[in-house]
């Protein structure tokens, strides 16, 4: 069974940076697609990013383009999200996910949180102004 715990979460002025990292375990981590993602109270779950097992396709909302970056580390079973530029909006609890990739199509990447089986606990992201 997987298990992804997140960590990197808090409090953090507007404008800053702040890194989450998502740990995983129970599955050959390389064969993982990954994603970030994130919820408001009442909200539902929102997209923020995703990559596929190779590491070679990202993909981000609109909203965090250019500001943060999704990478990962095959060889630590781990995956980042670099947040920078921090805005009131970025508030929010994030999610990292989970679910086997394609055996033929490394590049392969998932924007739906139906297609993630696997997720965190998540950690809580303030923004104070």
């Known amino acids: 069974q997987v298990q992804l715990v997140e960590s990197g979460g808090g409090l953090v002025q507007v404008g800053g940076s702040q890194r989450l990292s998502c740990a995983a375990s129970?599955?050959?981590?390389?064969?993982?697609?990954m994603g970030w993602f994130r919820q408001a109270p009442g909200k539902e779950r929102e997209f923020v990013a995703a990559?596929?097992?190779?590491?070679?396709?990202?993909r981000y909302v609109d909203s965090v383009k250019g500001r943060f970056t999704i990478s990962r580390d095959n060889a630590k079973n781990r995956m980042y999200l670099e947040m920078n530029s921090l805005k009131p909006e970025d508030a929010d609890v994030y999610y990292c996910a989970a679910r086997p990739g394609p055996v033929s199509y490394s590049e392969a990447y998932y924007l739906a949180p139906a297609e993630y089986p696997y997720w965190g606990q998540g950690t809580q992201v303030s923004v104070s102004s």
């Open positions: 990559i596929s097992v190779s590491g070679g396709t990202t």
């Open positions: 129970g599955l050959t981590f390389s064969s993982l697609a």
